[in-house]
Every structure is written in C-alpha cells, then in structure tokens.
C-alpha cells in the first residue's frame, strides 16, 4: 500500500503569517469548546416532543465530548422511550452509551471504486480488537495525507495543468487563483509551524474550506464564494488521483467485523451504485440521507425485493436513514453556517413520517421501531 503524502512544508512562498492567520488557524484546529460553543451544543433551537423513538447510527460528533452530545440529544428528544444512537466518526472508533461505530473509507476491486461501511458494535467486542484498530488507524491517516496533497496542488503555479483545468471548470480567473495560491500556501507554513500541536483529527480537507470561510471578514464574499467553488473542483481531481491500493479491501473490513460479532451498514449507496450488487454481508443499506436521496423509495423496494429472494431463515436486510450530522458544523458563527449542513441533527431523519414513504416502509418491514429492535438484537446476540 502506498502512504499518502504527509509533508507540510511548502517551498519558495510568498506568503506571510500575520498575527491575525495564526490566530485563526489556532481556533480552527482547537479541540477545546468555549462555554458559548457547549451551550450552542447542549440546547439547540430545535425540540421534537413527538419523537419518542430515536435511531441515529450515522453520524460524526467531530471534537464535540459525548457527555455534551447526551445533553443534546436528551433537549431535542424530551419524550424519548427508545433509541439506538451509535457515533461513527470517520476512522476513528468511538462509544456513546452501549455500543461504539465507526465510518471506515475502503477499496472495492471488484467494481474498482472507494466506498464507505458503517461498522457497529458492542464496546467489549472492540477492548481488545487489535487488528480491526489497526486498520482503522492505518485509513485514518488517508485524510491528513490527502490534505498534504490537496494544499500543495493548490500552493503551485497557475501553470499547473490540473489546476487550469479546475479553473476553466469553475469559471476562476487570476485573482482567485492569486487568491488561492497565497491561502495554501499560509496553511503549509501554518501546519509546519504548529506540528507538534496540531491534533490529528484536525488534519483534513475541510480545514481549507474552513480557513477560506474566515477571509469573508475582510475580502469581497464573492471571491471567497469563487474560490470555493474552484478548490471544490480541485478537491474532485485530488480524490480521483488517490491511490486506492492504500485502503484495505471492503471484504477486510467486512470479515473482521463478522469475527468480532459486529454489524454492517452500507450509507449513502447513491455514491457507489455498484455495491448493491456485489453481494456483500451487510445488516442493511442507508436508503436516505441528507446528501443521498434523489433514489429513497427505490431503495426501500430494492431491500424489499432482496429479502424476498432470501430464505426464511436467511438474515434479512434493514432499511436504515442516516441523518449524517456533522457536530462541528454547530459551533461556528451564524454568518459562517452551511445552511444544509448546519441543519443535520442527530436522529433527525424526516422520511421515517412522510406519509408516501410509508407504505413502502410497511410493506419492506422497515419501520423506525422495528429496525431499532432488530439491529439492537443483532449487536447484542
């Protein structure tokens, strides 16, 4: 497998670190919260009183502790009776209440394409799980090596091939590539400087998006609007350019997860249509979530079509909904908010109550408190 570039340094910038670039940069790989950010987290505007079942098994509390994550999810829920909420940061092995999660990057061969598992379990099957850790150590490090990769692209000269390319695509002139340039740039001298200091969670594509955010206060919006769209469009070719030989094989995972008596949860297929026909063994797949539900009602009667082709005694498939919220995205200033990522909450799954959906839910035995019940029962045996 190769490793992914993990080297900040850049070489012959122009870019000059000001007191206010150091000062950000630090608030954005902080782990710590303020008392503003934890009563942000601990009492968000939005209540559900109605909900009193509750299945959350795709999320990413990010640096939020879970002790504040309880909080939350006991104010939106006040009425809750039941619930199975499992935390699945992106490798990185995580334990809220009575069972752990994780959302492991991996390789397909058969259909050559990197796809996602929602791996779940019971915390003592994961005490001592020494190779199933190991593996998600080594993916984890993809993220920061991709950053690496991804900031000195974007650090090069305007003359790079790929970065004209990403420029003709998004419509990106001079300035924005001057732009840029100069932001990567600060970030390397930044990531060097403060290396011993960052924590690895912090290493991640996302810090670009986020350190370009904190240039509204100062330059036109619509430049930095501009220059997201462009580094958006650098990003695909970084991904697309990425060695897959890196990740460990979907049946790895998949394997390990079986000998350690763990379940299986495919999210988001939309994104890789192929892995509905590879006949992996899998608890269920995510048929709806917030970035992925162009196809929720064909993939309900999918799973209903599957398990009939099942025999009685044979496991059959879940319909699970993955609210894929993204905790950090709570923290920041209302005038920096992603509306639509900033809008996910824990649980938070509205096609579990449209009444189109659900008929075909009935009829696929995929009801909210019939999955809960099932799948607990499954980690649980």
Not at 36 to 63: C, F, G, M, N
Not at 114 to 139: E, G
Not at 330 to 354: C, F, H, M, V, Y
């Amino acid at each position: 497998m190769v490793m992914p570039q993990m080297k900040s340094k850049a070489k012959s910038t122009t870019a000059a670190i000001t007191e206010l670039d150091e000062k950000e940069f630090r608030l954005l790989i902080r782990q710590s919260l303020t008392p503003e950010e934890q009563e942000r987290i601990t009492h968000p505007q939005d209540r559900y009183p109605k909900d009193k079942s509750v299945l959350a098994v795709h999320w990413h509390p990010e640096w939020v502790e879970m002790p504040l994550v309880h909080q939350r999810v006991n104010h939106m829920f006040p009425n809750m009776e039941e619930h199975l909420i499992i935390p699945t940061q992106h490798n990185e092995l995580m334990v809220y209440d009575d069972f752990a999660g994780v959302e492991v990057d991996c390789y397909s061969p058969e259909f050559n394409c990197k796809v996602q598992l929602l791996l779940h379990f019971h915390p003592d099957r994961v005490k001592d799980a020494q190779v199933l850790k190991s593996m998600i150590s080594h993916t984890f490090n993809y993220r920061s090596g991709q950053l690496f990769n991804f900031l000195h692209k974007l650090a090069k000269e305007s003359g790079d091939f790929g970065l004209q390319k990403a420029a003709s695509q998004s419509g990106a002139g001079k300035e924005v590539l001057d732009f840029v340039r100069g932001l990567a740039q600060k970030l390397l001298l930044l990531l060097d400087q403060w290396e011993a200091e960052i924590p690895p969670t912090a290493i991640k594509n996302k810090l670009i998006r986020d350190f370009l955010d904190l240039q509204r206060s100062r330059v036109d919006k619509s430049l930095v609007d501009r220059a997201q769209f462009f580094v958006s469009n650098v990003k695909k070719q970084i991904k697309q350019e990425f060695d897959l030989s890196y990740f460990y094989h979907t049946q790895d995972f998949i394997a390990e997860t079986r000998a350690l008596g763990g379940g299986i949860v495919i999210p988001h297929p939309e994104q890789f249509w192929p892995v509905l026909i590879a006949g992996y063994d899998v608890d269920g797949i995510e048929v709806w979530n917030p970035q992925s539900f162009t196809y929720t009602e064909f993939l309900i009667n999918w799973v209903q079509a599957e398990n009939k082709k099942r025999k009685k005694r044979e496991r059959q498939l879940l319909t699970f909904m993955g609210d894929d919220c993204h905790l950090g995205e709570k923290l920041k200033p209302p005038t920096e908010l992603n509306a639509e990522k900033a809008g996910r909450e824990i649980g938070l799954q509205p096609p579990w109550a449209d009444l189109k959906m659900q008929k075909s839910l009935i009829q696929a035995c995929g009801q909210k408190e019939q999955i809960i019940k099932e799948y607990r029962q499954r980690l649980e045996a």
